[in-house]
């Protein structure tokens, strides 16, 4: 119980509480209209090869451009629309968006997509997936689906036989936040995972914390043993990738290569790498 110091008997601690409460109010009510509303944008940030640095694939995330608040954090009005059940609406207009643009694109990298707990038990998951891939024509195999251990828990029946029904129409599987959670060696043993991406947490003192480069070292014989390639997150610095690559990190993302960007940016960056492709292919086509 706090102390009533304010007027009316409400203290400040309260008042503040109610405040929050309101503004979470709030931005749930609008964030249920910012689909219809045009606000929601997918960002993509790029993941390269660990070693050739090469453009693997990108990841998509979700960016809310508010009309005055300016552009909301996904950290935010995620959990905010996994409280309310938006998440499934969002999540369901993410993957119809990645898959679509990334059908468009010049060079046919991989897309990865979140998916939500909620939508990883909701029955009709596989069935949109399928569709969305019809429908715009991307490869299955060009769409990695990341989940977290929070996501599997809720019911990890019901989410496995989701996993595997997107599985079986060739859409890859990656754990995301790897070491964060509470079960990452349940879920590694139960779920047929195609990648494993090791929390940015880890990776941020890599080259001076003995903690850190443990836990990443072990994880990286982990996934030499199962056969399954670990993506480091949040590579920042030139000495984050010099360690990961000679510990055999087979794929990076973070600051280092960019930030999350617009569609529209990373188009001109596929285009630009398809045009020198085109170039290199025509040199050796040239008899010498
Ligand atoms: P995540 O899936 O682990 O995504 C990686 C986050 O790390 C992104 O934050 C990204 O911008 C950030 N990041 C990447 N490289 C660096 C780096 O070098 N340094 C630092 N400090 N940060 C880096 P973002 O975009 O703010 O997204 C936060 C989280 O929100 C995501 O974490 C994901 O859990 C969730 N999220 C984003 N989009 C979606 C979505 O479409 N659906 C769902 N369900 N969740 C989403
Ligand atoms: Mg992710
Ligand atoms: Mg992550
Ligand atoms: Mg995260």
Redesign the pocket.
Known sequence: HSKSNGKNGISAYEKSMGEANKERNTLALELSQSIKNGELE??Y?LQNDTHTRAITGV?????WNHPTRGIV???IF?PI??ENGF?CE??DW?LKQACKQASQWSVPIKVA????PR?LTDRDLPKKVHAILLETGLSPSRLEI?I?ESGIIADTALALHSIRQLKALGVKLAM??YGTGYSSLFTLQNFPFDKI?I??EFIKEINTNKQSSAIVQSTLILGDSLDIPILA????TEEHLQFLSKQGCQEV????FG??MPNSNLVKILDDQAAKENNVAKLNRKPA
Do not use: F, H
């Open positions: 997918v960002y940030q990841e998509a995330l979700l960016r954090s996904p950290a995620i629309a996994e998440i969002i999540g993410v997509v979140n998916v939500a939508q990341e977290t995301d936040d991406k929390d940015r997150e949040g590579v920042e993302q973070g600051y280092l930030k999350p």
